[in-house]
């Protein structure tokens, strides 16, 4: 095996590594004179693309209605344990619709996993990526907070049906 020649044997100048120092200096150089792209924050917002994982909410309907239909799937397949989901029964022409729905803030990895299993698009990933909490307790955001309409999150919507 040591009389074996490789497939690419390194001369003496790709071992001292100098032409990949220079490739590396080359793209240092080039990117020393792009032009910045800081935003001035607070005045200046970022508005993220329709693929962008910001935090989750659940999708309302027009006429006020969540679309959720309480099956649990999000919550058994979040690794972070994040999401809490109890359901009910209702007279609507859905059967069930979930009484308790909270997601753990501090918890969620904001993995996209609830958002892929769903099967009514209830879930999604908003482009919301403003999060602050002074205690513990703020950070648990149940149905209140995770409602939005349908309108806000359309681009998000339509991401997904291109790309699932």
């Not at 001035?40 to 309302?60: D, I």
């Not at 109890?86 to 979930?98: D, F, G, I, N, V």
Request: charged content about 30%; overall charge neutral.
């Amino acid at each position: 095996m040591s009389g074996q020649k490789r497939e690419k044997d390194l001369n003496i100048f790709e071992k001292l590594y100098i032409p990949e120092i220079a490739k590396g200096m080359a793209l240092t150089l080039r990117n020393m004179f792009r032009p910045n792209v800081t935003l001035q924050y607070p005045e200046e917002r970022f508005e993220p693309s329709a693929s962008y994982r910001g935090r989750p909410v659940l999708v309302q309907e027009n006429n006020g209605i969540e679309r959720c239909v309480a099956c649990g799937l999000c919550s058994r397949v979040c690794p972070a344990l994040a999401i809490e989901v109890q359901a009910s029964e209702t007279e609507l022409e859905k059967e069930r619709y979930p009484v308790k729905f909270e997601i753990n803030m501090l918890r969620c990895i904001f993995c996209g996993f609830c958002e892929e299993v769903c099967p009514e698009e209830a879930i999604v990933m908003s482009k919301d990526y403003e999060l602050v909490f002074k205690n513990r307790n703020d950070a648990i955001f149940g149905k209140e907070k995770l409602l939005v309409p349908v309108e806000k999150l359309k681009d998000r919507l339509e991401f997904l049906r291109k790309f699932k």
